[in-house]
Every structure is written in C-alpha cells, then in structure tokens.
C-alpha cells in the first residue's frame, strides 16, 4: 500500500482554540521535509517551529475510526 506525508502546523493555543493547517502532502518524506524549508521562515511558523510535523499515512487506509466529543 503506498503512503503519503502530510505535513500539518499545529499549535495549542487552549480553551479549544488550538490551530491546525494542513500545509500539504507529498509523496516522499524529504518532499514534506523540503517543505518545511520553505515554510519556516514565513510570519506564524516562525514563531512556532516546533508545530510543523509530517505524519505518514497509507492511502486508503482510515485513520480515525471513533467519534468526537466537544468540550
């Protein structure tokens, strides 16, 4: 099965206000890290380097099966 790398920026930010964008996804890792190379220099993600994460998946593989509770 293939994968993919989705390269997200997330930042806590508490009371439910946590950020998450999803900046892209690639086929290789070092495309996601290339990514990262430039992004992390732009107004946000600099300030936050540490929220830019690639996360591996498998194509047509679901990776949240359970539900969701709002707080």
């Known amino acids: 099965m ?4 989705l390269l997200w920026f997330e930042q806590e930010r508490g ?20 990514a990262i190379e430039l992004v ?16 591996k998946r498998q194509l047509g593989e679901t990776s949240w099966t359970e539900g969701f509770v709002e707080v």
């Open 2 to 5: 293939a994968s993919v790398y």
């Open 15 to 34: 009371a439910g206000k946590d950020l998450e964008l999803l900046i892209g996804a690639y086929a290789g890792e070092s495309e996601a890290r290339a």
């Open 40 to 55: 992390k220099d732009q107004p946000g993600f600099r300030e936050y380097p540490e929220g830019l994460q690639v996360h």
